[in-house]
Structure formats: structure tokens, C-alpha cells
């Protein structure tokens, strides 16, 4: 099936041989560089890359090569080193080697999304609306959304479950922007298909959906996979924590982040499901210089943990290790009477 761009070929050709840059016919076309490139490429034209480019990134042709050759895309080498797919394009060839196009990714279990009805589509639809990203791309109709997600390497394996789920490729990388914490490498997926994104989008998992007063359609959730979900949300955005305060107490926290929608709907389900108060907070936190509004689910009883331990974590086999054990030990720290009372038959040492 050919470009739709196809039909400027001949054109794009004529003017580029004739000296007329890239730039200059993404402009004068409204269209994308890569298009562009693909374009000429595919007619067997010799992409001419900046002199300065070059000198800067000549020396990473037989690396580059090993990264393609490996599966990684032209545009991913280059987000990784700073440099465009033309670019990595040409210090590939030009080092010895052949760019050959990679082979279309067939996904696995495309329809993971178009049915809430069971542990891994409920656990990833939380993450991804507290932790992931979905993005409609600026070429039109006719592109697929994008669906992104990126942990900290010492929980990438979420992401790596993920991949295998549904057959997308994983990438490695080192952040450079501020902020990410703990160091370390980003473990992420972007998985651009029509269906996987479509039904996300369908579900009310939007563009920028921190910016909109919307959630997730959870009428499209089986009961039974509602702990899922909301065990995703916690390990896509919450914070479960036991501390030992100034005064020599015992502090614990379990919370989720959510919009003021968001955890009117988890608290009300909870509320009528375990008979758990809803309990809401909502603080300023300054992020990228400005102030923010945070609202936030809170557990804070002994009751509440524990009915929540019991139900998010009975018979999982997906979540976050680090946030299991930190709960499990504010579990610990709860006397057992409580537990007696709250969950029967849950003994300490089964936990």
C-alpha cells in the first residue's frame, strides 16, 4: 500500500536534486519530514545531511547500525542522541552499512481494551490513566493513536509484562530531564495501533487528560476486576508509606492521585463495596514552577487498611512489588485484634 504522499514523488524529487532543502519542502507542502525523507528515500535519493551533523555524530555509525539492526527505529536512535532519522540515516550508510526498513509490529491481543473483563486490561487501564499516555497524532485521521508508557527501570518490569502482552517492543533509556527520581534508566513502550488506541480513547482515556475534568468509563469494568483497576491506579499514582514520626509514633499512608471526579467514583465504589469512608484531600503542590492542585483518595484507618489489603491484593498475580511490601508491612504494624475484626481469618503470617 503506497504514501499517500506518493503523489508529490516526482516533485519532491525535482526540487531536492535541485538543491532545494528539506526544510524548505516541508514548509512549502505543510507536511512532516519525515514524510519527506521517506519519500525520497523510497525513490532511492541520497539524503544530504548538515555538515555539522555529521561532524558531530559520525562516529556512532557502527553503534547506530548494531541499534537498528537490533529493532530500534531511525527516530528512536535519533531521540536518543540528539540527532534527526535523516542524520542516523546517513552515518549508518556512510560507516558501511545498509538501512533496511523494519518490519510492521503485529500486536498480540489487540482487543485487551475493548473488554474490562479481566486482571491485566483492568491493572493497565489504572496504570495508564495515572501513569501512561495516549496521543493522537498530528497527521490526520488516517494515523493510529499512540499509547506511551515509562517507569523507573526498578519497576520497568510492569512495563516489560505489558510489552509481552501485547507484542510491542520495549526501550531502554536514560532520562534527561529533571525531576525523575532515583536515577537509573526509563523502561518504556509506544505502541501506536488503531485498535488499542481507539478503545482507550473509547474509554475515556483522552489527550492530555490531566487538563480535562474526565475519567475513565468504569461502567465498562466487570465488577469483579474493579480491584484491578484501582490497584493500577494505586501503583500508577499513589504512595503507600509507613513512618516513624518526630514524636516516635508510627505514621501510615495509602493514597491514590486522581481528578476531583476520579476519586468521587473509586470512593463511592469502595464506599459501597467495603463499606470504606471516603475520605478526600486536596493540597497545592508547585510543579515546573507553578502551583497545582492535588486531590487525592486517602486510606487512613485501621479498617480501611485492611479491608484494601485484602482486596487489592487476594489472589493478584500484577502489581507493584515495592508498594505490596510497604503495605504488607503496615499490615504488620496493626494489631492483630484489628485485623480479627476487619478481615477474619487473615493471619499475620500468611501475609
Not at 56 to 72: A, C, P, Q, V
Not at 114 to 128: F, T
Not at 194 to 200: D, H, N, P, S, V
Request: hydrophobic content about 35%.
Amino acid at each position: 500500500m503506497g504514501s499517500k504522499y506518493d503523489k508529490y514523488a516526482d516533485e519532491w524529487v525535482e526540487l531536492y536534486n535541485s538543491g532545494v532543502t528539506l526544510t524548505k519542502i516541508v514548509k512549502d507542502y505543510d507536511t512532516y519530514l519525515s514524510a519527506v525523507w521517506r519519500v525520497l528515500m523510497s525513490r532511492g535519493v541520497e539524503i544530504r545531511p548538515t555538515a555539522q551533523c555529521l561532524q558531530i555524530h559520525n562516529r556512532y555509525g557502527d553503534e547506530w547500525f548494531k541499534l537498528h539492526n537490533s529493532g530500534h527505529t531511525l527516530g528512536w536512535i535519533g531521540r536518543k542522541y540528539g540527532a534527526c532519522s535523516v542524520t542516523v540515516s546517513s552515518v549508518i550508510r556512510r560507516a558501511g552499512h545498509t538501512v533496511v526498513p523494519l518490519p510492521a509490529i503485529i500486536y498480540k491481543n489487540q482487543d485487551m481494551f475493548e473488554r474490562i473483563d479481566n486482571e491485566v486490561s483492568a491493572y493497565y487501564l489504572g496504570m495508564i490513566w495515572t501513569d501512561g499516555c495516549i496521543s493522537e497524532s498530528s497527521k490526520g485521521e488516517d494515523t493510529s493513536p499512540v499509547l506511551t508508557l515509562a517507569l523507573n527501570e526498578k519497576d520497568g518490569y510492569l512495563v516489560e509484562y505489558l510489552a509481552d502482552y501485547i507484542g510491542a517492543n520495549v526501550h531502554y533509556l536514560k532520562p534527561t530531564y529533571r525531576g525523575f527520581s532515583n536515577g537509573g534508566r526509563l523502561v518504556s513502550i509506544a505502541v501506536q495501533n488503531r485498535r488499542i488506541g481507539g478503545a482507550l480513547l473509547d474509554l475515556g482515556v483522552v489527550p492530555r487528560k490531566s487538563k480535562v475534568e474526565t475519567f475513565v468509563d468504569v461502567s465498562r469494568i466487570l465488577s469483579k476486576y474493579w480491584n484491578s483497576f484501582v490497584r493500577g491506579l494505586l501503583d500508577g499514582d499513589g504512595h503507600v508509606g509507613l513512618y516513624t514520626n518526630k514524636n516516635g509514633g508510627t505514621t501510615r499512608a495509602a493514597n491514590v492521585i486522581l481528578n476531583i471526579l476520579g476519586v468521587n467514583i473509586v470512593g463511592d465504589y469502595i464506599h459501597t463495596t467495603l463499606g470504606i469512608d471516603k475520605r478526600i484531600y486536596t493540597y497545592k503542590r508547585k510543579y515546573k514552577g507553578r502551583d497545582s492542585n492535588i486531590t487525592t483518595l486517602n486510606w487512613n484507618s485501621y479498617g480501611a487498611y485492611c479491608k484494601m489489603y485484602k482486596w487489592l491484593y487476594s489472589d493478584a498475580t500484577i502489581y507493584m512489588l515495592r508498594k505490596k511490601l510497604v503495605f504488607t508491612k503496615i499490615i504488620n504494624s496493626i494489631p492483630q485484634k484489628y485485623i480479627d475484626e476487619y478481615i477474619p481469618g487473615m493471619r499475620l503470617e500468611n501475609i
